[in-house]
């Protein structure tokens, strides 16, 4: 009896070692900066010896088994850390210490770079907005996104959609680009960012100062570039969003993206929708017009060795409603503007190794957009529509680009000496009743260079040289000289000097935008626009296992001469047009902190101030006038419960606008002070696939903004106004999310 006893405890206590010898054996997946465990991350184990693959979730302990029996590779990949690969032999437990991406040095950016590199190796000062960030600020275009950036102003019309300022500049000198290529369609010379929607984007790069070099005219103030998804990792993965906020907004957005061996392709859609707002609805007429937008995107990528090639297709439509006043005497009927934009981008993209060292990337695209405008007679007791016969109030407006830029570059990380040349060729046409004899083409064909001068291991310089042919404008020969030093491994300083250059675009010199609401006609005289610009940046960032922080101080000069700006030039028509001034000034400053305590708070303050003056037949009305803003950002993960909350604020100082009115006066009026705070709270469910946000937007209700100064000549639009549309006032929005990922 007892020799059967101490067998079976002898067979139990074996049955047990085989179970925890079978427990042990895979990975065990933890945080590299808090040793915690990290679960539900997706692990893909193949076989060196079979090619057999099985694809795992480690559980809430960070574990997963492998139940391949040779020797073989495994791949981990989750949200917010760096993808890791290694090899692991049969029986073998692998503690991976995971690295996460959350920390912006080591993000990599692509936008004026000759390869993709570290954001703190770039010598420009860049700025990377990510996907976590843009889902944790529930933005839903970039208009929404860029809102509450430092020293960055947003501009509101009802029918021509809203533009931004940076460093006291916009419309045609800040350059809007996806994936490299540039954003067609500008109204009164801005990109209504309203229609730029961000369902299908990894991460937006902003480059504050001149990139004219690089990337030619419209570059004076900076570049931003919407950096689109790509799978590299999944076989399979799947998207499902849909978003609903209480000033009549729905939004759905689907995608799906496949990948096998070296082949990888993508689909994504989304449909928007808006009902309009005013904030006194007292009528048809709304002051936020409703609209409907149509996104349809696809992509597919073939990479091998040192080849990677990329077709990509996307497609956007809005229509937009501009309902009329009820007509007298007996108020059932009005005339309604319907407004219908498309815009059709085709891009082909080669990036490959030529030999050691050095690359060659080939960039070509077509894009297409065009603007509907019909008038139609609404009868409100049948509700049938009938469209006007007054040609005048019909309108199609077409424009094309054509676009091809290819680089050549050597590029070495600890090399001496590096360099980039390249070609940079634009062609665009512009067709319909309002434009000057209903075609017209402007061409810009340029050659650049820029050579990477390592003297010693701190110190980097990158002179630059662009020589452009315009067929409308002699251009100058464009030259840019950047800098950066290491004044420590924590501390760099980065500095840069260059010149730009800018021909008018097609709609300055020959558009005619004339309806009930715009008088707006383009100047066949303009000028070209040459500038001086000057940016210097320090920054710090000390970072410790669990937390790090930082500091950035940057200020900025532009000096542009014949600067093109839209004036008043009959106040009883409210006739506007483009003309030259002497000089346009802008200058100022900022200044950043950061805090993050790994993985649960993360602290950010900022303050800016942008000064702007403008001089006008050699005489400058006004001082130079100043803005100032404040922004504080907090994220917070309750870990006890995984809920996360957002708070973000800004304070928008007085915003000081310069133009010129009739008679070639120098006016200014001032926008009041605003401030604005958006609050949120997140959680994931079902092993991280399904997010769920819930907030409220605009906490302090703002709307409309007052206006002082010389408002009576009145705006853009007939009728004046002494404030400006700023909000649609507070709203509570809920997000979801869905995703699903397969690894094999």
């Known amino acids: ?43 893909l184990f193949k076989s060196l010896h079979t090619g057999k693959s099985h694809t795992g979730l480690t559980d809430l302990n960070g574990y997963t088994a492998n139940p391949l029996n040779s020797t073989g590779t495994f791949t981990v990949s989750y949200v917010g850390y760096h993808t890791h690969t290694d090899t692991i032999k049969p029986g073998e437990l692998k503690k991976v210490m995971l690295q996460s991406t959350s920390i912006n040095m080591d993000e990599v950016v692509v936008t004026g770079q000759y390869t993709p590199q570290a954001v703190d190796k770039s010598i420009f000062r860049v700025k990377v907005i990510g996907a976590r960030e ?8 970039l208009k929404e996104l860029m809102a509450t950036e430092l020293n960055i102003r947003s501009s509101n019309d009802g029918v021509l959609g809203s533009g931004i300022t940076l460093q ?53 103030a900076g570049v931003i570039n919407i950096i689109t998804k790509e799978n ?20 759905f957005n689907a995608d799906i993206a496949l990948k096998k061996n070296r082949w990888s392709g993508s689909l994504a859609g989304a449909r928007n929708f808006f009902g309009g707002y005013s904030v006194v609805d007292t009528s048809r007429a709304k002051q936020w017009k409703p609209k409907r937008q149509y996104n ?69 695209s077509y894009a297409y957009y ?146 009930v609401n715009h008088n707006i006609r383009g100047n066949e005289n303009l000028k070209a626009e040459d500038s001086k610009n000057f940016n210097l940046s320090l920054k710090y960032h000390h970072e410790k296992p669990t937390y790090d922080y930082g500091a950035e101080l940057s200020i900025f000069y532009n000096n542009i001469n014949n600067s093109i700006i839209l004036a ?65 950002q907090l994220n917070y993960l309750w870990r006890k419960t995984q809920l996360r909350f957002n708070v973000y604020y800004k304070n928008n100082g007085e915003y000081p606008e310069i133009f010129i009115g009739a008679d070639d006066q120098a006016l200014k009026k001032i926008i009041s002070t605003y401030h604005t705070m958006d609050l949120s709270v997140s959680r994931q469910f079902w092993k991280n696939q399904l997010t769920i946000q819930t907030g409220v937007k605009n906490l302090f209700d703002v709307k409309n903004i007052d206006v002082r100064g010389n408002t009576s000549m009145g705006e853009i639009h007939s009728g004046g106004g002494e404030t400006s549309m700023a909000g649609w006032g507070r709203t509570f929005f809920v997000q979801l999310n869905i995703s699903f990922k397969r690894f094999n």
């Open 370 to 515: 065009d603007r509907i405008k019909n008038n139609y007679l609404k009868d409100l007791t049948t509700l049938e529509e009938y469209l006007t016969l007054d040609s005048d109030n019909q309108d199609t407006s077409s424009f094309g680009q054509y676009l091809l830029r290819a680089e050549f570059s050597k590029s070495t990380e600890n090399s001496p000496f590096n360099y980039q040349l390249g070609i940079d060729l634009n062609y665009e046409t512009g067709t319909g009743r309002r434009i000057l004899n209903k075609e017209q083409v402007l061409g810009d064909y340029a050659a650049f260079l820029s050579v990477k001068i390592k003297p010693s291991l701190r110190l980097m310089i990158q002179p630059g040289l662009r020589y452009s042919y315009n067929t409308k404008y002699k251009a100058p020969l464009v030259y840019s000289l950047n800098a950066k030093y290491d004044l420590s491994e924590e501390l760099s300083l980065r500095a840069s000097l260059a010149k730009g250059f800018r021909a008018p675009s097609l709609k300055e010199l020959y558009l005619e935008f004339v309806d």
């Open 232 to 251: 590299n990792y999944t076989s399979l993965q799947t998207n499902v969003g849909a978003y609903t906020e209480s000033v009549g907004i729905y939004n």
């Open 134 to 141: 843009i889902e944790q600020k529930a933005s839903n275009n």
């Open 296 to 364: 349809a995107d696809a992509s597919l990528a073939y990479n091998h060795n040192s080849l990677r090639a990329r077709v990509t297709a996307s497609y956007f439509n809005e229509f937009l409603l501009h309902k009329g006043e009820l007509l007298p005497s007996y108020y059932e009927t009005a005339f309604d503007n319907h407004f219908t934009t498309n815009r059709f981008t085709a891009t082909a993209d080669i990036q490959t190794k030529l030999f050691e060292n050095r690359y060659l990337n080939v960039l070509a």
């Open 1 to 43: 009896m007892i020799r059967r006893v101490k067998l079976l405890l002898i067979i139990l206590f074996a049955g047990f070692v085989v179970i925890g010898q079978n427990q042990q054996t895979g990975i065990l997946l933890k945080d590299q900066r808090n040793n915690e465990a990290i679960a539900f991350a997706h692990v």
């Open 568 to 632: 008043s030039l009959d106040h009883s028509s409210s006739l506007f047009t483009y003309v030259n001034l002497n000089q346009y000034i802008t200058q100022g400053y900022q200044i950043n902190f950061n805090n993050r305590i790994y993985p649960w708070l993360e602290i950010k303050l900022g303050m800016g101030q942008t000064g702007r003056n403008q001089i006008f037949n050699n005489v400058s009305e006004n001082e130079m006038v100043y803005s100032t803003d404040v922004m504080s």
């Open 168 to 220: 006291g500049l916009g419309g045609e000198h800040v350059k809007f680009l996806i994936d490299g290529v540039p954003v067609i369609g500008r109204m009164n010379g801005d990109i209504d960012l309203s229609q730029l929607n961000l369902y299908n984007v990894g991460h937006v790069e902003i480059i504050e100062g001149p990139m004219s070099v690089i990337y030619g005219s419209n570059a004076l």
